[in-house]
């Protein structure tokens, strides 16, 4: 039965004088060009093998909110889905999101799980920010909703040759020899692939004596390490993840081989988890890989910020380019002035970011949506720390070499 | 390659195959007697994993002291999983079990990210970097504690069954199990005690285990699924059958990573249960049904 609303002239009375009251206060918004936060998906590996990457990941997300504000930036409601360290897993959370109203994509590490939510997000006609990807397939499809802050494998590779030439002429010595070893996932496959396709562009001093692909699910990488030590190399050359990275100095350690240096071009070898689970065993690995410029004003901020959320982490690649894949979707949001996909995407292709925290003049995108301007860092893991050692311009150690034996730290 | 790494990577891969066969041992005696393939044979490994950590992080207790009570708190625990929940599904067709013990898989391995998070733990014990050599051959000590282990609790449930009267009604009931009934024996009494026995195994293997690989909540499905290579392989069962199955697939595994390619480890495992299930189904020490 409907109910009957007896309106008195009392409550008449009331109800104009709680309009009254609200209306300054909707006008006031509508005067700051304030608007409705835009619904940001972000899709990382949370839970499966890459969890401790993604949940790493996850930090850069935690700590930009107070940042993006101190920057005048829109507020941006964040909605996370986990991927499961899963190709079609990332794929359904991604048409998830969408359907659920998510406005603009984040994510999601791996090459492969983006690669699949990257057919979903041009599908659906939603802007996609990469974090971290490097295949370079993923920005050579055409797509126009597809933007990624993050080096290609070959910019990674053509870097990390460039860097290591930097370190080998600052130590006047090099290794003769290097056994290489990677992970046998879509980004492995594409850095192995790209690695014989660049290298012979330097001058590099060593051969590659032996090349091991293995599992990144792997248990136990005795074996692999066996086969490596038995090639007779100076050096490690590796790509891998961080379960792998760990796994790889454990079984250095047994086998009782300390090689010349090791040398990553992946992630896993400069991770907090890496640094803390392994202590002394975690010093001396060099990593050429994306980076902060620890010189930039918001990289400081951004430092500052994750010290306060999580004291004793170390600022890594995961929250640096993480942090600017929102950065991106706020600046966009600003200059776009609508959450309409197209608009956004529009917004996102004229991007210039130039106080921003990677190393390289900024956040620019190319017409195939790739920022090609990013630069590689090498640095190097020294007491729990992260020393700078190239480019001269974001350096701020000397490097270490040859690596100290692993039998005088145990 | 010189001749020592052939011979480090057998040692390595014999040791690691004897932890296998102990995990895969609980699958077998099982499914020998109570005739429930359990699902969640690899999370329940997971659980003694965690167990471990917990108390090697809080009270620095090492892995190898720890190895009986872990034990004894699986025993508990499979004993009363099989008192309360399973022997109500004994009698009920084959994919009820199934998914029983598929979604108690699927819980302990929530519950554990819930509890525990998504990182790796490990247990860093004082010989946790440790290796012996003897010439050139270099053996992981951790691996070869963790062999050593697994020999000696087989070696105690052999005897078990052979010699302890409850060990020889075990058996009964799962050689006859009308013929149990009528001579008197409790025999859901005796499924719950082969159950409590069958993870007081995997519990062990999980003890040593973490002395070898890190945990994470999603570490289970990975053993559940090696556990039964290794027992239909080996013959599903047979208690010999699983240790031989585990060791088979320990040293395939490490010498197939070195003469082709690490990638194609888990390919050759899988390559022999092929060929196993072809040429002699019921595993290599397996009895023929009728």
């Known amino acids: ?410 | 390659m010189p001749i020592d790494v052939y011979l480090n990577v057998a040692v390595a891969g014999i040791l690691t195959g004897l932890v296998y066969g102990l995990m895969a041992l609980g699958l077998s005696v099982i499914f020998g007697v109570v005739r429930v393939v359990n699902f969640a044979h690899g999370e329940m490994m997971s659980i003694a994993m965690y167990l471990t950590v917990l108390l090697f992080s809080g009270l620095h207790l090492d892995p190898l002291v720890m190895l009986v009570p872990i034990a004894a708190v699986l025993f508990v625990f499979g004993y009363a999983l099989q008192a309360g929940l399973i022997n109500p599904f004994i009698s009920r067709p084959e994919h009820s079990q199934f998914l029983l013990l598929v979604a108690l898989a699927l819980i302990i391995v929530n519950a554990l990210l819930i509890l525990f998070g998504p990182d790796a733990r490990t247990v860093q014990t004082s010989y946790a970097f440790d290796s012996f050599q003897w010439g050139a051959l270099i053996v992981d000590a951790t691996k070869l504690y963790a062999g050593a282990a697994a020999i000696i609790a087989a070696a105690l449930l052999f005897a078990f069954f052979r010699f302890a009267p409850v060990g020889k009604a075990i058996r009964a009931c799962a050689d006859n199990y009308t013929g149990a009934l009528v001579v008197g024996l409790d025999v859901k009494r005796l499924y719950a005690l082969t159950f409590g026995i069958g993870a007081a195994c995997v519990g062990a293997a999980g003890v040593m285990m973490t002395l070898i690989v890190d945990v994470t909540p999603m570490i289970g499905p990975a053993y559940t699924l090696l556990a039964f290579v290794i027992v239909i392989t080996g013959g599903l069962g047979s208690m010999a059958g699983a240790l031989l199955g585990g060791l088979l697939i320990g040293v395939t595994e490490a010498l197939a990573g070195l003469l082709f390619t690490p990638s194609a480890k888990s390919m050759f495992a899988f390559a022999i249960l092929v060929l196993v299930l072809l040429f002699r189904p019921q595993g290599i020490l397996g009895k023929r049904s009728i």
């Not at chain 1, 979903?120 to 802050?149: H, S």
């Not at chain 1, 949001?333 to 004229?350: C, M, Q």
Request: with cysteine; hydrophobic share 40%; aromatic share 6%.
């Open chain 1, 1 to 410: 039965m409907p109910r009957r609303i007896n309106i008195t002239r009392r409550r008449l009375l009331a109800g104009a004088a709680a309009t009254g009251l609200a209306a300054p206060s909707i006008v006031r918004a509508q005067g700051t060009g304030a608007r409705a936060p835009l619904k940001v998906g972000v899709l990382l590996p949370r839970s499966g093998f890459e969890a401790s990457i993604g949940q790493d990941c996850q930090r850069g997300v935690d700590i930009a909110p107070a940042i993006l504000r101190s920057l005048g930036l829109p507020e941006l409601t964040v909605m996370n889905a986990d991927t499961e360290s899963n190709v079609d897993v990332a794929r359904q959370r991604a048409e998830k999101l969408i359907n659920d109203g998510a406005q603009l994509l984040i994510g999601a590490f791996d090459s492969g799980q983006t690669t699949a939510i990257a057919q979903v997000a041009e599908q659906k006609g939603i802007p996609l920010v990469i974090n971290i990807a490097a295949a370079p397939d993923i920005t050579e499809q055409g797509y126009k909703f597809v933007f990624r802050n993050f080096p290609t494998a070959p910019m990674i590779l053509g870097d990390a040759f460039e860097n290591q030439m930097e370190l080998f002429r600052i130590i006047g010595s090099a290794p003769k020899s290097v056994v290489f070893m990677h992970v046998n996932d879509t980004f492995g496959t594409a850095m192995a692939k790209g690695i014989n396709a660049v290298m012979p562009k330097f001058n590099v001093p060593y051969k590659i004596v032996d090349e091991i692909a293995y599992d990144p699910t792997a248990r136990d990488l005795s074996v692999e390490v066996a086969k490596a030590k038995g090639s007779n190399a100076d050096a490690l050359l590796l790509v891998s993840r961080l379960n792998d990275a760990m796994l790889i100095t454990r079984e250095l350690v047994k086998q009782r081989w300390t090689p010349q240096a090791i040398l990553s071009m992946g992630p896993g070898w400069y991770e907090d988890q890496y640094l803390k689970t392994l202590g002394k065993l975690s010093d001396g690995p060099i990593s050429f890989v994306p980076f902060e410029d620890p010189n930039k004003k918001l990289a400081k901020s951004l430092q500052a910020a994750l010290a306060k959320a999580y004291p004793g982490l170390n600022l890594s690649t995961n929250h640096v380019y993480t942090f600017e894949a929102l950065l991106i979707a706020a600046d966009a949001y600003k200059r776009a002035g609508t959450s309409d996909p197209k608009g956004l995407a529009d917004a996102i292709r004229t991007t210039n970011i130039t106080d921003n925290v990677s190393i390289g003049p900024g956040i620019q995108f190319n017409a195939k949506g790739q920022n090609d301007k990013l630069k590689n860092g090498a640095i190097q893991n020294r007491g729990g720390k992260l020393a700078t050692l190239a480019p001269k311009a974001a350096a701020n150690a000397k490097p270490e070499w040859p690596m100290g034996s692993y039998a005088n730290r145990t």
